[in-house]
């Protein structure tokens, strides 16, 4: 049974970092290096939106409002990926949500992340 499990999510100030992690299970290592992951987020009374993808081949794309403080990677060997998350702003509060795709897709239950004074 596939699982994703992020981690990683809190309370920070403006200009703070956090580093969120996805553990995904019920994946052999070759199965989940062939998957595509993302990172989304939601945020109060707005639509989900993606915040960053990288392929099986390790390209990324990033949301035009995260480009040059946030970086998607990942570990197959540990079959998880990351979001690093600097000088983060209040706009950033949501909860951060991660996505498996192949030909069909496995979220996660998300985690929450709060920018505030």
């Known amino acids: 049974q596939v699982q994703l499990v992020e981690s990683g999510g809190g309370l920070v100030q403006p200009g703070g970092s956090l580093r969120l992690s996805c553990v995904a299970s019920?994946?052999?290592?070759?199965?989940?290096?062939?998957?595509?992951m993302s990172w989304y987020r939601q945020a109060p009374g707005k639509e989900r939106e993606l915040v960053a993808h990288?392929?099986?081949?390790?390209?990324?794309t990033y949301a035009d409002s995260v480009k040059g403080r946030f970086t998607i990677s990942r570990d197959n060997a540990q079959k998880t990926v990351y979001l690093q998350m600097d000088s983060l702003k209040p706009d950033d509060t949501a909860v951060y949500y991660c996505?498996?795709?192949?030909?069909?897709?496995?979220w996660g239950q998300g985690t929450q992340v709060t920018v505030s004074a």
């Open positions: 996505r498996a795709l192949r030909n069909i897709a496995f």
């Open positions: 019920g994946f052999t290592f070759s199965t989940f290096s062939i998957y595509a």
């Open positions: 990288i392929t099986s081949v390790a390209t990324t």
